[in-house]
Structures are given as structure tokens and as C-alpha cells.
């Protein structure tokens, strides 16, 4: 069945109190939800439709874009330095969140990313964000902690190639030179004056872009046009 009217936001509070009246947890979870299941199958992506356009402005040899659809998305709040959180953390996910400033961390498809000293956002493929969900919310009950399922708020590109820095370069401050902007490293930034997330993925220049949705088809229409003058013959 398809899902009718408009998500709302909720708040669901972990732990019931010791003495069994009220509540009284310190973790939070924020998620979408609407009254009646969803076809998947009639989901629409950010850039749906944009297959061919993303695939005519690639150039082969040069740079190449593509959209990463529906990729799970949360974000975590929570103060990583009080005793025994990294390792709850680490239980629930698999893996160590990355503790150095815009850095990232990886185990197989799910990747960490720094965003701020005490929030980070995990990426996931789709689907997979509600199993995070609940690990990160049995671990840390006792935390103050806010888990948000953020899916719905950004979409991924990818850009990749040899060209793929110069493109970014016309439009990022960020100095992005292989020597400052190291693989596995992220930041939050502007593109074309639109806000982004950007991180590179590894050696071979490939680069993923993190837009809102609502300016994903601006940010994707700025890397065409910054695309274009490598479909030019030299």
C-alpha cells in the first residue's frame, strides 16, 4: 500500500524509570513515519529521471557523474569521550566512529563520517539505517545521546576521474589538492554556494557529494556545466 499524507516527526524515548512511572531515558530517536506502509517500489529518487543527462555529460577518460539513490542516512549526537561510549558505539555498528576532525571510517558497505566533535553521520545502503537505528538506541539508552534517521534529507552523488578535482575546484574554496584533502576525509562545505558534504573515497580521484534534496538538480546541473569543457577537443 501506498503511504497517504504528510510524515510526521516523532520522538520516542528509550528506558522506562526505576520506579516504573513515566519515563525517564537519556537517548532519543527521531524518524519519519506515516500511518500506512510504503511501495517501495514507487519511490522517486532526488535526481530520478536523470540517468541519461548524468551518463551524456560523463566523459570518458575525464570525469564521471552518477547519482547513488536511497542511500540510508543517520545522524548521531552523542558526547564520545564520556567513558564507554566509543566501545557501545563500536558494538552497534561494527565499527570505530572516527574520532579525528573530518575524518572517516569504513567496515565493508557502512561508513562514518565526522561532521562536528560530537556528531557524526552514518551511511549506509538502503534499508540497513533501521538495524543501525536499533543497535545505536539498545547501546546507548542509558546516553545522552539523539539518533535521527536523516535518509530523506540528502541524496549522493559521485564524481570520479581525473577531472574530477578541477571540476570541484571551480566551485569549493576548500583546497582540494591530493596532499590537503586526503582519501578518507570529509567536509562540510559550499558548492557553487549551494551546502554540501564532500568525501573522497579513495587514490583514484573519486568523490561523493552530499546535497540536500531540494538542491540536489542545482548542484547536479552546476557539475554538468563544470563538466563541459572536457567533451572539448584539445
Known sequence: MVGHGLATSSMHRW????SGSGWSSRCFLIRRESGQMVDLTLRRSALSGWEQKLSVASVEGAVYLREIPFLGMVNLRVDLSA???AREIEDAIGFALPKQPNTVTARLTTRALWLGPDEWLIVAPDGEQ???IGKLALQLADRHAAITDV???RT????????SQEVLQKGCLLDLHPSKFLTGHCA?????RNQVILEKTDDSATWRIYPRWSFANY???WLID????YRSPL
Not at 226 to 229: Q, S, Y
Open 15 to 18: 528506558n522506562q524509570g526505576p
Open 83 to 85: 567513558r564507554g561510549v
Open 130 to 132: 533501521q538495524a543501525i
Open 151 to 153: 535518509s530523506a534529507n
Open 156 to 163: 549522493t552523488l559521485e564524481l570520479r576521474g581525473p577531472k
Open 188 to 192: 562540510g562545505t559550499n558548492l557553487a
Open 219 to 221: 548542484v547536479a546541473d
Open 226 to 229: 563544470a563538466m563541459m569543457e
